[in-house]
């Protein structure tokens, strides 16, 4: 694991902001790590697993955004839980609402009609106003959900 300094950390913050749109989410007091986990690059704050490197962006962890929604949402029907938990990419027939203005490349938590507890982080691979339109067809690719690496992470 490797200590960030405050640049680091500047750095870090600006690109969490493009993603979630929050500012300054680590202070420069704060205890900043990065390491690799499962061939991932992650970012730790006090041993606990916030982000992880996906295609050159930092992702939000399910267990972090069980706290704080950082990430638009995509509610799927129940039919769709286990799939979406077990890894598989969303597809249009079990969406049943999406936050407006998520854009091609955006990513969202996949969250329960029921619970609205988020199930998987995912990439969206159409704008949510071109899916809603589509009867059929992948939408959403799945990058993290409960019960992967990331999730089960132990320091």
């Given at each position: 694991m490797k200590q960030l300094n405050k640049q680091?950390?500047?750095?870090?913050?600006?690109?969490?902001?493009?993603?979630?749109?929050?500012?300054?989410?680590?202070?420069?007091?704060?205890?900043?790590?990065?390491g690799t986990h499962d061939g991932k690059t992650i970012i730790l704050?006090?041993?606990?697993?916030?982000?992880?490197?996906?295609?050159?962006?930092?992702?939000?962890?399910?267990?972090?955004?069980?706290k704080e929604p950082l990430l638009k949402t995509v509610t799927v029907d129940m039919g769709a839980v286990k799939f979406v938990a077990g890894g598989a990419d969303?597809?249009?027939?079990?969406?049943?609402?999406?936050?407006?203005?998520?854009?091609?490349?955006?990513?969202?938590?996949?969250?329960?009609?029921?619970?609205k507890k988020p199930l998987a982080v995912c990439q969206a691979?159409?704008?949510?106003?071109?899916?809603?339109?589509m009867d059929k067809g992948k939408v959403l690719k799945n990058i993290h959900r409960v019960g992967d690496a990331i999730w089960t992470f132990e320091p």
């Open positions: 680091e950390i500047d750095a870090l913050n600006q690109q969490i902001q493009t993603v979630t749109g929050k500012a300054d989410y680590f202070h420069k007091k704060d205890n900043i790590k990065e704050r006090d041993r606990e697993l916030l982000f992880f490197i996906y295609d050159g962006k930092p992702v939000p962890a399910l267990k972090l955004l069980l969303v597809m249009r027939p079990g969406i049943k609402t999406a936050d407006a203005h998520v854009k091609k490349d955006d990513l969202v938590a996949v969250v329960d009609e029921t619970h691979l159409f704008s949510s106003e071109e899916f809603l339109n």
